[in-house]
């Protein structure tokens, strides 16, 4: 389930990078769950050439996140980001004055923000 879910971020990240064969394969397989049997009729090529591409596309995924490092770097911003977000509201639970509430919802917005964007 893990590896399912890495490939799931990886093809997120890198898809568009895939050729077209390999991007159908992928989504077929992994998103449709259908068998490499239906995978070939439904696009018209050989179960082997389903095999080939579904492996290729792994295998350019696994090379762009190790040569590009996306997915990792978002990892962790995404739990400093989460670390930041307690940070703030902690701070928030000190009764700070106005003024330091406010420019805490800022922080606190500001890190929602790009998070979101990730």
């Known amino acids: 389930m893990e590896e399912l879910l890495r490939l799931s971020f990886l093809y997120d990240i890198y898809g568009k990078l895939l050729t077209k064969t390999q991007k159908e394969v992928f989504v077929y397989y992994y998103g449709e769950d259908l068998s490499m049997n239906e995978i070939?009729?439904?696009?018209?090529?050989?179960?082997?050439a389903v095999s080939e591409n579904l492996k290729r596309a792994q295998e350019n995924l696994e090379q762009f996140e190790k040569n590009l490092g996306y997915l990792e770097k978002n990892q962790y911003l995404s739990l400093y980001l989460e670390?930041?977000?307690?940070?703030?509201?902690?701070?928030?639970?000190?009764?700070?004055?106005p003024e330091q509430e406010e420019i805490l919802d800022q922080l606190k917005n500001k890190t929602g923000e790009i998070y979101k964007r990730m």
């Not at 670390?83 to 004055?97: H, Q, S, V």
């Open 83 to 97: 670390d930041m977000a307690r940070g703030i509201e902690d701070l928030k639970n000190l009764n700070p004055t």
């Open 40 to 48: 070939a009729k439904n696009i018209g090529i050989s179960k082997q």
